[in-house]
Nanobody, 123 residues
């Protein structure tokens, strides 16, 4: 499984960014997909996840109403639309994939990880 994240960059507070993660080496539509982030000096935390068909999503409380996770199974790609960005959203964002759902996502017990993409939000 290979996961290639992109779309990070520098944005002002209140702005938007869209992250993309292209997956290969897996049957994409059989995998739950998600995003985690790790801020400087902090542990990695769960951000969002999406089911196979895209009809079920979950978010950490701090991004609810601001971030939207989506997927395009035809393109083997998962997205994270980040709106109303805050300086505390600054982190390296990682794409993740797993065939299982549930609490493993909030615990970060995920089978496959991509490299990170840096998001920096200036105040």
């Amino acid at each position: 499984v290979q996961l290639q994240a992109s779309g990070g960059g520098l944005e002002q507070a209140g702005g938007s960014l869209r992250l993309s993660c292209a997956a290969s080496g897996l049957t994409f539509s059989n995998y739950y997909m998600g995003w985690f982030r790790q801020a400087p000096g902090k542990e990695r935390e769960f951000v969002a996840a999406i089911s196979w068909s895209g009809d079920i999503t979950m978010y950490t409380d701090s991004v609810k109403g601001r971030f939207i996770i989506s997927r395009d199974n035809a393109k083997n790609t998962v997205y994270l639309q980040m709106n109303s960005l805050k300086p505390e959203d600054t982190a390296v964002y990682f794409c993740a994939a797993d065939r299982l759902w549930g609490n493993r996502w909030s615990r970060g017990e995920i089978a496959s990880w991509g490299q990170g993409t840096l998001v920096t939000v200036s105040s």
